[in-house]
Each structure stands twice: as structure tokens, then as C-alpha cells.
């Protein structure tokens, strides 16, 4: 195995385990892929394109949730677009939308940034987002430890069936940001549903719900824009496959880890160290 097609191996694992936990897995590979020479334009470009590969991950994995969620596009009606047995249809629908038009604006910020950036600068960079999320993640897994006591107003963590309007425009846009590499979008958009009043299990299944498209739309993204530089397209189709097979043998057990480990420190620790390794890497 030449030294191209190893790290596409490589690089599909990590992305078909990282997309599931709410560590950025764009942010890591993309530390992964700068650490062996990649460019920072490059190794972006190569994690975004990967995530097609977890998307078909995961519309594999809930083919029949969204069989049953799109049976309701028959009976939709925008005068019931959050009423029961439409809510998750619709707010998938306006969360997309909402993630497209943030999307393409930060993707165009995203390349101004990187051009502009040095190697370690960048890696500092995505340091600095994951420590963020870290923060985000444990300030979300306090309110929902709260929540498990009985609200005395009706209010906080864990009171909510259904998404409604705010939430879709909310977590749509969130996970538009999440482009930015070491910004989680799972992270950022399952604790907005925590701090919305979602309970953990409901927060992650609109979570990876929406991640289908979003995560097609950024492999097609990057197609559209180029391809990926520096890699040979055998490579990249090896990388998008390990990515799908991985992720799909992956998902159900560590969204089982995700409620159980404490991901913030690992989002803090990560992005320390990334910090150190970029200011190392820029002296």
C-alpha cells in the first residue's frame, strides 16, 4: 500500500469515528492531514469532502426513520408544519436551508482565512475552536444534568417533544458555522436543542438527522469548488469509502459513548494540545 492510499485509510476511519462524537472531526483531520505536509487549503478541503462518506453512514443507519419521515410530505400542510408527525419533516427542511445559506457564507470566509494562514497559525487556530466547543459542550451537559430535576416553571433542559420554527432556524444556521473546521457540528448543534429544552437521546437523533444533508451538500461543495487538491482520485475514493463503511459500523456504539463520556475535556485537551503544536510549528 503506497503512502497515498494509507493515509486516505487513515483519514476515513478517523472521519467515520470522529463524526460521531462532538469533537470536530473536521478539525482533527485536518490537524492530522497539515501534521504530515498537507497544506491548510488541502487538508480543509479533504475533511469536507469526506463527510459525504459518514452522510451515507448515516442515512443507512436511519433509512427507516427517514422512510417514515418523509412519508408525511404527502400530508404537509404549512398550517401544521410543526404540528405532530410533521415537526421533524419540516424543521429538517428549514434547518437544511438555514445551514446552506450559513454554509456558503462561511465557506467563503473559510478560504480567505486559510489562504492567509501558515501552517501553525492554522492548527492554532483550530485550537482555539475546539477549546470552545469544549466550553459549549460542558456549559449544555450541566443544564442537562439539571434537567433531569422536575422544573419548577415548566421550563429548561429536557421538557420538549417537538422542534419548532426558532429551533430549525437555530441549529440550521449553527450547523452552518460548523464548516469552520474545529467548530463540532455535532457538538454545537446537540447542546442549541439541549439549551432549547430537548432531552439528550431527542437532541442527537436531529442531530445526525440533519447531518445527511448537510454533509452531502459539503462533499458536493467541495467537488464543486475544485475537488480536492493533492489527491489522486483513487485516493479520495478509497478515503469516502473507508469513511461510509467505518461509520456505519461505528455509529450506533459510540452514540451510546456519547452520552456516557464526558467530551468536553477531550475537545479542551485536543485543542491545547493543537494550540501548542501550532505555535510550535510557526516558531
Avoid: K
Wanted: hydrophobic letters at 50%.
Amino acid at each position: 500500500m503506497d503512502r497515498a492510499t494509507l493515509v486516505a485509510v487513515v483519514a476515513g476511519v478517523l472521519q467515520g469515528i470522529f463524526e460521531w462524537l462532538p469533537i470536530s472531526s473536521e478539525g482533527n483531520i485536518t490537524v492530522f492531514l497539515t501534521a504530515l505536509g498537507s497544506t491548510p487549503a488541502a487538508a480543509v478541503q479533504f475533511s469536507l469532502f469526506l463527510h459525504a462518506g459518514t452522510a451515507i453512514s448515516a442515512a443507512v443507519y436511519y433509512r427507516d426513520e427517514l422512510r417514515s419521515v418523509l412519508a408525511g410530505l404527502s400530508s404537509w400542510r404549512p398550517r401544521e408544519a410543526f404540528a405532530d408527525g410533521h415537526a421533524t419533516l419540516t424543521f429538517l427542511a428549514v434547518a437544511t436551508l438555514a445551514s446552506g445559506v450559513v454554509g456558503i457564507a462561511a465557506y467563503a470566509t473559510l478560504e480567505t482565512a486559510v489562504s492567509a494562514l501558515t501552517g501553525g497559525a492554522f492548527v492554532a487556530v483550530v485550537g482555539v475552536l475546539l477549546v470552545a466547543t469544549g466550553v459549549l459542550l460542558r456549559v449544555a451537559g450541566d443544564g442537562e444534568r439539571d434537567s433531569r430535576r422536575p422544573p419548577s416553571d415548566g421550563t429548561g433542559f429536557g421538557t420538549r417533544d417537538d422542534p419548532d420554527l426558532l429551533d430549525a432556524v437555530l441549529v440550521g444556521s449553527l450547523q452552518g458555522l460548523a464548516i469552520l473546521p474545529g467548530v463540532s457540528r455535532s457538538g454545537t448543534t446537540t447542546s442549541a436543542l439541549l439549551f432549547r429544552g430537548h432531552d439528550g437521546p431527542s437532541s442527537f437523533r436531529l442531530s445526525f438527522l440533519l447531518s445527511i444533508p448537510a454533509a452531502l451538500g459539503a462533499g458536493v461543495l467541495t467537488l464543486a469548488d475544485g475537488g480536492v487538491p493533492g489527491v489522486a482520485p483513487a485516493a479520495g475514493a478509497v478515503a469516502l469509502a473507508t469513511a461510509a463503511v467505518v461509520g456505519y459500523l461505528t455509529i450506533d456504539a459510540l452514540m451510546r459513548v456519547v452520552e456516557r463520556v464526558p467530551f468536553w475535556g477531550i475537545c479542551v485537551g485536543l485543542g491545547a494540545l493543537a494550540m501548542l503544536g501550532g505555535a510550535a510549528l510557526a516558531v
